[in-house]
């Protein structure tokens, strides 16, 4: 499937993107043209650390694509590098749905927001309020920072988050007086200073991991991430919403997502796995997207023949 390198601009700097046009016939396409899914990543993630997977099967399934990288992750530009603002991500996914709608052959009144992990979280703050955006798929999402962080507490310790803290106050500090920023690694074993330390999530997130991937963020993101409620946005999503659930998922709680989905009037879809099990070459990616692309049809397609999930 045709993949096409773009860039767009948000707020004063380039970012990268991948547009895939679709397969040349499409059950989705209307008078004004086809749907288009714009795709962001996770905590810290670069769209070639796992999602081409998706957005290839939605461009054959007849659905455009725009996956993009945020401002100072992969091939993006901008500075600081690897600094992650909740606010500042969530204006470059605005933006992003802006140059989507601007290219060929796409619809600019039906936007499909599509995220994972963090950008679960953005794609419902994103969506509120739009009457451009006809669908949003949200999986395994981070919608409440302060319930993701008690879910950590058992992994990780008291005395492990107090030292997170103040380390990334720390660093929150230095940038404001100019100085270089504390890094810390994305990913680490358990037990190791790192923002993930759960269980297999080392191996997991390596490997996805895409060339421009980086194993180390601004330390002051969880100062960021503590005040993030991306479930308040839920009830102002007009669109049909997708969300799917990891019932065992040590990243983001499971119950959480299941709230926030209540609010929004989701479907809902469980899976038996843990947070990086929807990810190809996992056992659940293949329900995962095949569910997504039978809700799109239904939703998107009329009365055309649906694709039946696994």
């Not at 998706?54 to 990288?69: H, N, Q, S, T």
């Not at 065992?248 to 947070?275: I, L, S």
């Amino acid at each position: 499937m045709n993949r096409q390198s773009v860039t767009f601009d948000s707020h004063g700097t380039a970012c990268d993107a991948w547009f895939f046009p679709g397969a040349d016939e499409s059950p989705f396409d209307g008078p004004t043209g086809r749907p288009v899914v714009v795709m962001a990543h996770g905590f810290a993630g670069t769209k070639d650390s796992g999602l081409e997977p998706y957005a290839r099967r939605f461009a054959e399934a007849g659905l455009a694509v725009f996956a993009f990288d945020y401002r100072g992750f992969g091939l993006s530009e901008g500075a600081p590098r690897q600094r992650i603002s909740m606010s500042a991500q969530a204006d470059d996914y605005r933006s992003a749905v802006v140059a989507a709608k601007g290219r060929p052959g796409v619809d600019p009144q039906r936007i499909i927001l599509w995220g994972i992990s963090q950008s679960g979280g953005h794609a419902l703050v994103v969506a509120a309020h739009r009457d451009d955006v006809c669908a949003v798929i949200t999986m395994v999402p981070m919608v409440n920072g302060l319930a993701a962080g008690v879910h950590h507490y058992p992994q990780v310790g008291a005395a492990s988050m107090l030292r997170s803290a103040a380390v990334g106050i720390g660093s929150t500090l230095a940038a404001k007086a100019g100085r270089a920023p504390t890094m810390m690694p994305v990913v680490g074993r358990p037990g190791e200073k790192a923002a993930l330390t759960s269980p297999g999530f080392y191996e997991d997130y390596l490997a996805i991991a895409g060339p421009s991937w980086r194993n180390e963020v601004d330390a002051s993101v969880g100062l960021e991430l503590g005040s993030f409620r991306a479930d308040k946005s839920a009830e102002a999503v007009d669109a049909p919403v997708l969300m799917q659930i990891a019932d065992f998922d040590q990243a983001t709680p499971a119950h959480a997502a299941a709230k926030a989905a209540f609010k929004a009037r989701a479907e809902v879809r469980h899976y038996p796995c843990d947070h990086f099990d929807v990810f190809a070459g996992n056992d659940w990616f293949e329900p995962a997207v095949n569910h997504q692309i039978d809700f799109l049809t239904r939703h998107l397609a009329g009365e055309r023949t649906q694709v039946t999930a696994r």
